[in-house]
């Protein structure tokens, strides 16, 4: 069982390159979400997704954009990529929101823009 | 709005000694509960979780307890391994379909 697969691990991106990062997750879960891990910030939701075809913005949206066009997947995408968006990249994906709700993890991409 | 606050790192404890982190939340609502834990190159992981008021979630020697008067949610571990260095993170589901986290707080037991 995957799980939660993130797409590519690493990456170096020249400033105002663009890219596209891969979540696929195999527990047909309803909600994905893209976070982004700084030093002494935490994590900070960019975007979410509660089911297939809908998106929305979350604490740092700004730069980015995300689809969810099939259910397993869901896609975060840098138009002109900047240095303050280095930064590792993580993807979540939960089944329900109520109280029992778990968010499953990928392990991460580490983007680096220069 | 909804926020999590956890003790700032690094902490730095010797082996089998006492562990504290502390956790304080805002939320509207009644959210549940989690600490997640964070290896090395790694995803986070859940490590317990409590859904109502006074549940106590438990993992791996680790505990911690809703506490809806305090608005807490504190882990401890009464006697920490070298293997339980990692970054430990707070959060809880709040009322905007979002998991919140803390800023983590890096834990390193030395031998």
């Known amino acids: 069982n995957a799980g939660v697969t993130q797409t590519p691990k690493f990456r170096v991106l020249k400033t105002g390159q663009s890219m596209t990062l891969l979540c696929a997750q195999d527990?047909?879960?309803?909600?994905m979400y893209w976070y982004r891990q700084d030093p002494g910030m935490g994590l900070r939701l960019i975007h979410y997704?509660?089911?297939?075809?809908?998106?929305a913005k979350g604490e740092v949206p700004d730069g980015y954009n995300v689809s969810r066009l099939k259910k397993q997947n869901f896609l975060l995408g840098l138009e002109s990529a900047a240095p303050s968006q280095t930064s590792v990249y993580f993807c979540?994906?939960?089944?329900?929101?109520?109280?029992?709700?778990?968010?499953?993890f990928g392990q991460g991409t580490r983007l680096t823009v220069v | 709005g909804d926020s999590v606050t956890q003790m700032e790192g690094p902490v730095t404890l010797s082996e089998e000694a006492f562990l504290t982190i502390n956790c304080t939340y805002t939320?509207?609502?009644?959210?549940?509960l989690f600490w997640y834990v964070q290896y090395p190159g790694e995803g986070l992981q859940l490590l317990l979780k409590?859904?109502?008021?006074?549940d106590k979630g438990s993992n791996k020697g680790f505990e911690a307890t809703y506490r809806k008067e305090t608005t807490s949610f504190h882990l401890e571990k009464g006697s920490v391994q070298v293997s339980d260095s990692a970054v430990y993170f707070c959060?809880?589901?709040?009322?905007?379909?979002?998991?919140?986290f803390g800023s983590g707080t890096q834990l390193t037991v030395l031998p």
């Open positions: 979540a994906s939960s089944q329900d929101r109520g109280r029992d709700t778990e968010a499953f």
């Open positions: 527990m047909n879960h309803e909600y």
């Open positions: 997704s509660v089911g297939e075809g809908t998106t």
């Open positions: 939320a509207t609502g009644y959210p549940s």
């Open positions: 409590a859904t109502k008021a006074d």
């Open positions: 959060g809880h589901s709040g009322s905007a379909r979002q998991l919140t």
